[in-house]
Each structure stands twice: as C-alpha cells, then as structure tokens.
Nanobody, 118 residues
C-alpha cells in the first residue's frame, strides 16, 4: 500500500514561483514512475510532468522550460514551477505508478491548490 502526501501549493502572483513536494509513504519508491497532474475547473486532469526511476523526465509542452520535476532517494518528488501563468491555476496531484519488478494500481495524492493571480 502506498500513500502520497503533497504540500507546497498556494497563491502566487503572475510570474512567480512555487515548489510542490510529494512524500511517498510505502515500499519500493525506486520502482515507481512519479508524476504530477493537474486539473483546472471544467477541464480534464492532465499530465504535467513525470520522472522515471532512472531520472528521465517528460513534460507537457505548456510547461517546458518553466517547470522542473525531480526526485530524491528518500521518497520525495518535487515540482519546481517558475514563471507561473494564470493558465497554471489548478489542483495539482501527485501520482505513483509501479513500473519495475511488477505492476500495481495507480496511487494519487489528495491534491494541492495552486492559484496564480494576475
């Protein structure tokens, strides 16, 4: 069983920065693909960024060059968000998907609100 605990959301001005954190509570963190998703009001949830156990990363086009995903060996995954825009306003969710040494369900955090004011 895996639990994910997000933190770091809040209200920020246009052009500002925020850093989201996701704590992985469970076993075998190094076997999981970690991702950040977001969902804005009236829109579908979308993948923002993801990072493999080997630290390969992937981003949605709209955040390339502004957001950086990273992970450490202690079970934490981060999303550094710079040059924030109004379109980045959403609830951000951490996701964990096992891709090594077996498979399992997707795990989700409770979400953290990011609001960018113009």
């Amino acid at each position: 069983q895996v639990e994910l605990a997000e933190s770091g959301g809040g209200l920020v001005q246009f052009g500002g920065s925020l850093r989201l954190s996701c704590a992985f509570l469970g076993r075998d963190f190094s076997a999981y693909l970690m991702g950040w998703y977001r969902q804005a009001p009236g829109k579908e949830r979308e993948l923002v960024a993801r990072i493999t156990p080997g630290r390969s990363t992937d981003y949605v086009d709209s955040v390339k060059g502004r957001f950086t995903i990273s992970r450490d060996n202690a079970g934490n995954t981060y999303l550094q968000m710079n040059s924030l825009k109004s379109d980045d306003t959403a609830v951000y969710y951490c996701n964990a998907r096992r891709i090594l040494y077996g498979q399992g369900p997707d795990y989700w955090g409770q979400g953290t609100q990011v609001t960018v004011s113009s």
